[in-house]
């Protein structure tokens, strides 16, 4: 007969997974990561040759859930987003933050100065605002703390160069902070018209980190000023645009075109019911 002994319980625990109270920011990574630990906290606690063959496949299959997450981007809150333009494009501002941001961690953070970075910030509509991508050279970039990088990164460039002046990336027993400010003539994002929705992007290397501000998040959004408060993380980082037939964050339509009166208009809002349709009908609500 084979005996096989049963192992003392442990206790699976997730570093790194500590979250400030009152932050419901949709952190499905840590979701996962914490439904995991259970689920391999009772297969080794029960003990038995079949239950070590469970714990081997299900974390075979959750290292291919972690490896994919970062071709799909890494999804963050945000805390605010603060935009101003100007007639006199010298008096342009930006400033973002989050705070309390388990994805910025120094396990998975690469290092921007090695490999640089570069930062966007876009609207989800035709004619809306765009910087285009932003690069953020590896020159810039700084380690902060002893050693340097032991408390993350900072990049400075006080000629704005690219609009761009403060980038910050500081890690946390909270979850990490990351929070750019830039400013100026050659900073490109123009607020000629409200926005639906506005996001950031921040690569470097190969991951991509976005946020992203619904209308419901923003409590100015006129011509010249957008102001917005308190974004959940997004599902993903997908980039799509009104117009390519996919509804994303933002819209409540996409028809893949950006024509007015075919129900669905330019901006990808629903047209109100009863406007003629180009196809003779009447637009309704579905």
């Not at 050693?147 to 002046?165: C, E, I, K, Q, T």
């Not at 990490?176 to 018209?193: D, I, K, P, V």
């Not at 929705?197 to 006129?222: K, W």
């Amino acid at each position: 007969m084979i005996i096989v002994r049963r192992p003392p319980p442990v206790d699976v625990g997730i570093p790194g997974s500590h979250e400030a109270p009152g932050h419901h920011r949709g952190r499905s990574n840590l979701l996962v990561a914490r439904s995991a630990a259970t689920v391999l906290g009772f297969f080794y606690n029960e003990g038995g040759p079949m239950n070590y063959f469970a714990v081997v496949l299900f974390w075979a299959s959750m290292s291919s859930i972690c490896l994919a997450a970062p071709g799909g981007g890494t999804p963050i809150a945000g805390d605010k987003i603060d935009l101003r333009d100007s007639a006199t494009s010298a008096k342009r501002k930006a400033a973002f933050r989050t705070t309390n941001e388990p994805a910025i961690d120094l396990a998975t953070l690469p290092d921007p100065r090695r490999h640089g970075a570069t930062l966007q910030v876009v609207g989800s509509g035709p004619g809306f605002g765009d910087t285009g991508v932003v690069p953020l050279p590896a020159e810039f970039w700084r380690g902060l703390g002893n050693p340097a990088g032991s408390r993350g990164y900072g990049f400075r460039d006080r000629s704005l160069g690219n609009g761009v002046r403060d980038v910050r990336l500081i890690p946390g027993r909270r979850g990490g902070r990351f929070s750019f400010a830039a400013r100026g003539e050659n900073w490109a994002f123009t607020l000629a018209q409200p926005q639906q929705s506005v996001e950031v992007r921040l690569t470097i290397d190969s991951r991509v980190y976005c946020a992203r501000f619904p209308a419901a998040t923003m409590r100015r959004n006129d011509e010249g000023r957008l102001q917005a408060r308190g974004a959940a993380a997004p599902a993903d980082c997908r980039v799509g645009r009104c117009g390519d037939g996919i509804v994303g964050s933002g819209e409540e339509c996409d028809d893949g075109n950006l024509l007015d009166g075919d129900c669905c208009s330019a901006a990808c809002l629903l047209e109100p019911d009863g406007s003629p349709c180009d196809d003779g009908a009447f637009c309704t609500a579905t």
